[in-house]
C-alpha cells in the first residue's frame, strides 16, 4: 500500500476511531468522545452519551452518577436521571408538589439533568463538567455508577462500570512538582533509606563536619517529593557518591517519575541485582513496554517486603496499557 492510499485509508478509519467508546450498564449505554482538560484549577470533563439501546419500561427509572475513583480517594459527578414516559409524569407531578426524592447508596437524590426516555426523541445528550481539581484526580479512573429505581417491587439493580481508565493529562503542572515530573511515576517509585553501607561514603565539609547520603537524603526529604528542590538534591547525592547504592536507586526513581528511561538505567544497571532496586527495576521495564520483565521484578519486590510494589504490581497487572 503506497503512502498516498494509506492515508486515504486512514482519514476514512478516523470516525470510527473518534466513535469507538465504552459500553455500560449491561451493554445498553454507550460512552464516546471522553475528553479531559485542565483550565486553572478547573477539571473539565466531557462525553458524549448514547441510551438509544436502553431497554426499560415506562414507569421505571434509571440514575447514572459518573465518578473519579483513584484507590481510596472517588469524587461523585453530577448525575442524570433517565426516566420512561409513565415515570416521568410522576417526577413532574412530585416536583410540582414539593415531594423529596429518596437516597439510595449515599449518592446525590437530586440529579442535575433529568431526561425522559422517549423512542420518538433523540437519545444522545453531551456531558460536560468542570470540578475542582486535586492532584490525586491525575491518577483516577473515570467510572459510571448505574442505579436502577426498584420500581414495582424490584430489586434496584446496582451497576459500576470503568468508562475509561486513567483521565490521561498529558500537561497537567501539580503545584509543588518540577514540571516534568509524571504523577503516576512519582506515584511507582521508590525511594530507600541509606544503610550501614553507605555510612562508608563520606566527603569532608566546613569545619569538623562532612557531607554523607543520609545527610542529603534527610535533606531531600525535607521538600515536597516530586519537587525541583527534592529531584536536584537526590540528583546531587548520585553525583557526589557514584559508587553507593543507595544513592543511584533514588537518582533512577527521580529519572523514572520524569520518564527519563535512559538515564534511569545508567543509574540502575550496576545494582539491578539488589532487592532495594526490584521495584524501580520494575517499573524501568514497565516504562520501556517490557510487561514480563517488570512482573519479574515487582514480583521479587513483593518477596523482598518492598511495599510499594504490591501496589505497582496490582496496577501492572489490571492495566493493558501503562507506557
Known amino acids: 500500500m503506497n503512502r498516498k492510499t494509506f492515508c486515504s485509508v486512514l482519514l476514512l478509519l478516523l470516525p470510527l476511531l473518534t466513535l469507538c467508546g465504552q459500553e455500560a450498564y449491561m451493554g445498553q449505554i454507550q460512552i464516546t468522545r471522553r475528553s479531559f482538560s485542565l ?3 478547573q477539571l473539565h470533563i466531557q462525553m458524549d452519551v448514547n441510551y438509544e439501546g436502553l431497554q426499560m419500561p415506562s414507569d421505571e427509572s434509571l440514575t447514572l452518577t459518573p465518578f473519579l475513583l483513584a484507590g481510596e480517594q472517588s469524587f461523585d459527578l453530577p448525575s442524570i436521571l ?3 414516559a ?9 416536583r410540582v408538589l414539593g415531594g423529596a426524592s429518596e437516597t439510595r447508596n449515599g449518592k446525590n437524590p437530586v440529579p442535575s439533568v433529568v431526561l425522559k426516555n422517549d423512542r420518538k426523541a433523540s437519545r444522545r445528550f453531551t456531558y460536560k463538567v468542570a470540578i475542582p481539581f486535586r492532584e490525586w484526580m491525575v491518577q483516577a479512573d473515570l467510572m459510571l455508577h448505574t442505579e436502577e429505581c426498584g420500581c414495582n417491587g424490584k430489586e434496584a439493580g446496582v451497576y459500576d462500570d470503568r468508562i475509561a481508565s486513567g483521565i490521561l493529562l498529558p500537561e497537567v503542572e501539580v503545584p509543588g512538582l518540577e514540571k516534568n515530573v509524571d504523577v503516576r511515576c512519582l506515584s511507582w517509585v521508590n525511594f530507600i533509606p541509606a544503610s550501614l553501607e553507605s555510612a562508608e561514603f563520606r ?3 566546613n569545619g569538623d563536619g562532612c557531607i554523607t547520603p543520609e545527610c542529603l537524603f534527610a535533606l531531600a526529604n525535607s521538600y515536597t517529593p516530586g519537587s525541583a528542590e527534592f529531584n536536584d538534591i537526590y540528583d546531587l547525592a548520585a553525583r557526589l557518591f557514584p559508587d553507593c547504592p543507595e544513592t543511584n536507586i533514588n537518582a533512577a526513581a527521580v529519572a523514572l517519575s520524569k520518564r527519563d528511561t535512559r538515564k534511569a538505567r545508567r543509574y540502575l544497571s550496576r545494582f539491578s541485582t539488589r532487592p532495594s532496586a526490584f521495584n524501580n527495576m520494575g517499573v524501568l521495564c514497565m516504562l520501556e513496554g517490557n510487561r514480563e520483565k517488570a512482573e519479574l521484578y515487582l ?14 504490581l496490582e496496577e501492572l497487572r489490571s492495566r493493558r496499557n501503562l507506557y
Open 203 to 205: 566527603l569532608p565539609a
Open 82 to 84: 433517565i426516566n420512561g
Open 86 to 94: 409513565e415515570k416521568q409524569k410522576v417526577y413532574e407531578r412530585t
Open 299 to 312: 514480583e521479587m519486590a513483593v518477596a523482598a517486603g518492598v511495599e510499594r510494589a504490591s501496589e505497582v
Open 39 to 41: 483550565s486553572g484549577n
